[in-house]
């Protein structure tokens, strides 16, 4: 998707580094996803936000959402080699939407060695 | 419970041939989407319906693709005929739509090889 840009594309971290991966939208967000892809798998839900300077956590991956809803981190602490993978955001830039169509970035493949 | 199905995971069609995709959404999910996935273009929304109904197709590539949801329960993408350039793979995905955060939970892909 054009209105979503992730970066960077690739990551290469070694095991137990912290790590930052951004999602810029063109236009406001009225909800943004985290997804993990495997290779040959589909795609595992992580965390949606939709209030701008929300903030949510699992284990040790947290995703932020920015006051003006146009960018998104999902931040990775200490980070083990069963992180790998391909990290997508995905946006609802619909105007609220109740359908919730999700538009994607290219996505972000994270490599940790150990 | 299970989580969204689709079949086949694999194909290899030749050239011309007619290929169809399926999928069962999670029970009790009213909305239902068709994704694309290559490593050009990423991943993109082909079409999506709602209560059975195609609400958005502007996604879909061309004629050559049809996609038809006749009950809640099932789905298929149709591509007739087949060109190499539609290799990629598809995703099929659903949700509850009952206000703006609804979770989407996508199948594993069927991987589709056009030769």
């Known amino acids: 998707s054009q209105e979503l840009e992730q970066s960077p594309q690739s990551l290469i971290v070694q095991e137990g580094k912290n790590l930052t991966i951004n999602c810029t939208s063109s236009k406001t967000l009225y909800g943004l996803y985290w997804y993990k892809q495997k290779y040959g798998e589909g795609l595992i839900f992580l965390m949606m936000l939709q209030k701008g300077g929300e903030e949510k956590s699992h284990e040790k991956i947290t995703a932020k959402l920015d006051e003006k809803k146009q960018q998104s981190s999902l931040h990775i602490t200490a980070s083990q080699p069963s992180h790998a993978g391909i990290y997508l955001c995905g946006a609802d830039i619909g105007r609220g939407s109740t359908l919730g169509r999700l538009y994607f970035g290219r996505g972000t493949q994270l490599t940790v060695w150990p | 419970d299970a989580g969204v199905i689709q079949s086949p995971r694999h194909e290899v069609t030749e050239m011309g041939q007619e290929v169809t995709l399926r999928c069962k959404p999670i029970s009790g999910h009213n909305s239902l989407f068709w994704y694309r996935q290559t490593m050009m273009r990423g991943l993109e929304l082909l079409i999506y319906f709602n209560n059975n109904v195609p609400i958005d197709d502007s996604g879909m590539p061309e004629d050559r693709f049809s996609a038809k949801m006749p009950n809640a329960s099932f789905s298929t993408l149709k591509i007739q005929p087949s060109e190499p350039r539609d290799s990629a793979v598809y995703f099929c995905?659903?949700?509850?739509?009952?206000?703006?955060?609804?979770?989407?939970?996508f199948g594993e892909g069927s991987w589709l090889t056009v030769v």
């Open positions: 995905a659903s949700s509850l739509a009952e206000g703006p955060g609804n979770t989407i939970y």
